[in-house]
């Protein structure tokens, strides 16, 4: 594609990593065809395509956003489904984080839309306040049906039907220490404690720890850890999600100056995909693009440090149909197709794949709430493909997706490390008792 900016434009940084990107796109409209907006929409200017133009005609122009820029970036998932799909290397993501932080610095949004924004970046990434807002949720929830019918409060229902009815308790394994590995010593790893997670189901942690330690490895929950800052970077919050990859960053540095670190691993892709990005993020830093490129090089999803580690046979093999739901920042974001897949396998279970498994299912961090209705068509896709594979459990490896497909899903919605987990000796996932694990115990 050819551009058009001037020199003096060319010398912010973050305009020339724009226009290199933008030069890449071929306007061939491949893209199209796997973007789950345009696919539910059917509007040009809601596909990758179409956001391109819309963001090189306000970076070329050097505007402000408007609102119809803002309407349609706003309604982008970032599933990278595009990138996916894009044969000339587009790197979308970059492109569409940059837009974003430009809506962030120009654009004044409806007083209801500025408050929820404000809301959500200083709720969720702290998990106290989290647990406390979802404890507040349950007064609210009488008032949903009002709340849907009036357009500016939907982001405000979506919010409580989200909201699950009972919380569990803070978990101790999200405290700062070490839990060492049972018999030979096979690696050390830090994990990320999270925050949305760490409220919503902090098994998830808990049973990769379990597991990680009953396989040998030590297990470094570091001090100082946060949210890695992908709820406020998805809107644009530039300051706020490099202040919490410094925090990481330098959490994680710290770890491994201690005694090394084989991994840093990730049990929700959406933060996965984040972290991997931090090199880029922080490149202009003098004072952390090293030490932050040398943790993305270390930043795992628990399934591709798990694939390497020559798992040794389960002990149960339980034959349970599982269907698999990869996330699209795992599958996009992070190109991790097969591990998961093969360690349900090995693990004993069958894995059925959703039609349409490169289709977000319409979680995308708070998408679901900022955007309810496109998401919940989305998500009933989703759970429609899901349920004509006959499967007995979904599997997936993002909290979002696992929240989001539970919903509207009939089936149990699990974390794939607690199924494996269980295939190697660990307790039975929650949940899940009238599944047939029940059976194969
Ligand atoms: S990130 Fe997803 S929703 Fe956004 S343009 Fe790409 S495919 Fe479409
Ligand atoms: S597939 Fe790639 S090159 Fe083609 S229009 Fe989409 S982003 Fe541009």
Redesign the pocket.
């Known amino acids: 594609m050819q551009t058009n900016f001037s020199l003096a434009q060319l010398a912010d940084p973050h305009v020339a990593e724009s226009e290199r990107i933008l030069r890449k ?7 199209t065809a796997t973007c789950p907006t345009y696919v539910t929409l059917g509007n040009e200017l809601d596909s ?2 179409g956001r ?1 133009y819309l963001i090189k005609d306000m970076l070329e122009n050097g505007r402000p956003a408007d609102k119809e820029i803002v309407t349609h970036i706003d309604r982008c998932l970032s599933c990278l489904a ?1 990138m996916t ?4 290397g ?1 790197n ?1 993501m970059h492109l569409v984080d940059h837009a974003r932080a430009h809506i962030q610095e120009t654009y004044r949004r409806p007083l209801l839309d500025r408050l929820t924004r404000a809301m959500l970046a200083v709720v969720l990434p702290y998990p106290s306040r989290f647990r406390a807002a979802l404890r507040l949720a349950g007064l609210g929830r009488p008032f949903v049906g009002l709340f849907e019918k009036l357009p500016a409060l939907k982001p405000v229902a979506a919010m409580l039907k989200l909201a699950p009815a009972w919380i569990p308790p803070a978990s101790p394994t999200a405290s700062p220490g070490t839990h060492a590995g049972q018999g030979a010593k096979r690696g050390r790893v830090a994990i990320l404690t999270g925050c949305a997670q760490s409220v919503l189901d902090p098994a998830i942690n808990e049973t990769t720890i379990s597991l990680l330690t009953r396989l040998g490895v030590e297990v470094v929950v570091p001090e100082g850890e946060g949210c890695c800052g992908a709820l406020v970077h998805h809107m644009g919050r530039e300051a706020a999600a490099l202040a919490s990859a410094r925090q990481n960053v330098d959490a994680w540095i710290r770890a491994i100056d201690q005694g090394g670190l084989d991994a840093i691993i990730i049990t929700a892709s959406g933060c996965g995909t984040t972290i991997k990005d931090y090199g880029f993020m922080l490149r202009l830093d003098p004072a952390y693009a090293e030490k932050a490129a040398r943790v993305s090089s270390l930043a795992k999803d628990i399934t591709e440090y798990l694939a390497v580690l020559d798992l040794p046979e389960p002990v149960r093999k339980p034959g349970t149909i599982v269907a698999y739901h990869s996330a699209c920042s795992m599958q996009h974001g992070q190109k991790i197709t097969r591990q998961p897949k093969e360690l349900l396998a090995k693990a004993g279970f069958v894995v059925r794949e959703p039609r349409e498994g490169h289709l977000c299912c319409g979680s995308a961090g708070t998408y679901n709430i900022l955007q309810p209705e496109i998401s919940a068509k989305l998500r009933d896709r989703k759970v429609k493909n899901i349920e004509a594979t006959g499967a007995e459990i979904v599997a997936t490896g993002n909290i979002g997706c696992i929240t989001q497909i539970a919903s509207a899903a009939k089936l149990p919605v699990v974390h794939t490390i607690k199924l494996l987990d269980w295939a190697y000796g660990g307790p039975k996932p929650e949940g899940v008792s009238d599944a047939k694990l029940v059976a194969a115990e």
């Open positions: 796109c071929v306007h061939c409209g491949f893209c990758p395509r391109i595009c799909t894009c044969p000339s587009v979308y």
